[in-house]
């Protein structure tokens, strides 16, 4: 891609958002919540959505027709972190036949008596699709690891459940991800970075908006009274498992509009790679199109153009 299209200023923006793999993370030194483009606002964001959405829905397209990759998108944040947000917008344009979000919480007893990476498996894209994860399979080393009676209800041996279970754990996400690219599909790991501040602001908007009352449980300031643990599972979950193959992208997500641009940009950015083309035609394919074609344009009614489509190509023709 040329330097002077878009592909070349989403590479230069997501840059400082990229897990550098092999470098060991401090989120609260390495991350800030509140980044933004220095001069870019708020009413010039919604233009440069715009741009990316729209990117997405014509590379999307070509995913699709070509039928060669999929593309898994990872969401992990804490509570009010912008995550169904993000999926509301920035896939706001695109054909939501090759889209499927799944959402993941408490496991059920059924996935409970498999393996932790069982129920994330059979919610894989096919080949020219999209999937996202609402929270994945990075809850086994987050909110596991933050609540470890958790681990017991996995129904583990107690061999795999003892010293070094965390280290384990990164090395078979890091292995299975590993696994999946080599296969076609590409994983793209989001992490929305919120401030503690930040958190508490909107939970008080979702108590004190009726319409956002259903958004909220006690759960939820539980789970605040932990957030210096979940500093720690995250800085080293991001340490651990951030790879040449499946990088993670740490989006600062205190402003609601930079980080919509920001996962865009990320999701764009992974299929401008990919570089997906519509499939070609071979000629005996081309002759059948053809043969074809000359029959419907013999059915044109009396008075009506053989081929309607391409007489209104010629006359919009500059």
């Known amino acids: 891609m040329a330097k002077d299209e878009p592909g070349a200023n989403i590479a230069e923006l997501i840059r400082p958002l990229r897990v550098k793999p092999g470098s060991r993370v401090n989120l609260a030194r390495d991350f800030d919540p509140a980044y933004k483009l220095a001069g870019l606002t708020k009413k010039e964001s919604a233009g440069l959505l715009r741009t990316g959405i729209a990117m997405l829905a014509d590379y999307q397209a070509r995913l699709a027709a070509q039928d060669t990759y999929g593309v898994l998108v990872c969401l992990q944040a804490l509570d009010a972190g912008g995550k169904d947000g993000t999926i509301r917008h920035v896939m706001s344009g695109v054909n939501p036949q090759g889209v499927q979000v799944s959402s993941f919480k408490v496991p059920s007893a059924e996935e409970l008596d498999h393996d932790y990476l069982w129920r994330y498996a059979r919610r894989l894209p096919a080949r020219g699709d999209i999937a996202i994860f609402n ?23 107690p061999a795999c459940k003892g010293k070094g279970v965390w280290e384990r754990r990164y090395r078979e996400i890091n292995d299975w991800e590993r696994y999946l690219t080599d296969n076609g599909i590409k994983v ?31 759960a939820d300031a539980r789970e605040r009274e932990r957030w210096d643990d979940y500093q720690v599972a995250f800085s080293q979950m991001l340490s ?41 035609l071979g000629k005996e394919e081309r002759r059948q199109l053809l043969e074809v074609k000359a029959e419907l344009e013999a059915q044109a009614p009396k008075g009506a153009p053989a081929d309607p489509f391409a007489a209104r190509s010629r006359v919009s023709a500059p």
Not at 190 to 209: A, G, P, T, W
């Open 135 to 157: 929270r994945s399979h990075y809850e086994e080393v987050l909110v596991v690891r933050v609540h470890p009676d958790n681990l017991d209800r996995e129904k583990l041996p």
């Open 188 to 218: 793209v790991k989001l992490f929305l970075n919120l401030s503690r501040e930040e958190q508490r602001v909107r939970f008080l908007k979702r108590i004190d908006l009726p319409e956002k009352n259903w958004k909220f449980s006690a």
């Open 240 to 280: 651990a498992t951030s790879t040449a193959w499946a990088p993670w992208y740490v989006i600062p997500a205190d402003r609601k509009w930079f980080a919509r641009i920001c996962a865009a940009a990320v999701i764009a950015q992974t299929l401008i790679d990919i570089d997906p083309h519509y499939p070609q």
